[in-house]
């Protein structure tokens, strides 16, 4: 009996590896059981997503020293292209807007940070991966740096010193 379960959970744990190289064979595209995005079955919000990975996976490999300065550059003039037609696109299906003046790609970047940032306001990030961090703990859950110290708290009608233009 303990046999024949002990080959059950090894078949079926077999079956779970190869599930998506079988999928694969039979022509349809590879979907991961388990996807943190609900928009996977959307081909615009997918190819968003597969462009600022990419992105992300360059800066990655780059501040690891897997890619050289030139290559890095190469690839990051490429996906950044990349990402911002997936977004244009991901824009144009989300609401048709009408018709604006051409703006450049700084400009558009430009205009996704400061989204970003707007969205940003008030969360803590990891200062060595960027990843956003959760609740009050001491250390980043993707790269295991400690957080960053919580700002002193402010006395009681008192306000802390801003930095002027020359301060260090």
């Known amino acids: 009996m303990v ?3 002990g080959l059950l959970v090894a ?6 590896v190869l599930e998506p190289v079988l999928r694969a ?5 590879v979907v991961p059981l388990f996807s943190d995005s609900d928009d996977e079955d959307d081909p615009v919000q997918r190819r968003r997503d597969l462009a600022l990975a990419a992105i992300k ?9 897997k890619l050289s300065d030139a290559d890095f550059e190469r690839l990051k003039v490429t996906y950044t292209a ?8 991901a824009d144009a299906a989300a609401a048709p807007a009408p018709a604006a003046a051409p703006e450049s790609a700084e400009d ?4 996704l940070i400061a989204e970003a940032r707007v969205q940003a306001k008030g969360r803590k990030f990891c200062s060595e991966c960027g990843t956003p ?3 009050s703990g001491k250390f980043c ?4 740096s400690p957080a960053p110290p919580p700002p002193p708290a402010q006395q009681a009608g008192t306000a802390l010193p801003t930095p002027g233009p020359h301060s260090a």
């Open 82 to 89: 990349e990402a911002l037609e997936a977004l244009r696109a």
């Open 57 to 65: 996976e360059i800066e990655f490999d780059h501040a690891t020293g």
């Open 25 to 29: 064979g039979d022509g349809r595209a």
């Open 11 to 16: 078949v079926l744990s077999v079956l779970l």
């Open 3 to 5: 046999i024949v379960a």
């Open 133 to 135: 961090l959760e609740g």
């Open 108 to 111: 558009a970047v430009e205009r």
């Open 141 to 144: 859950v993707e790269c295991g």
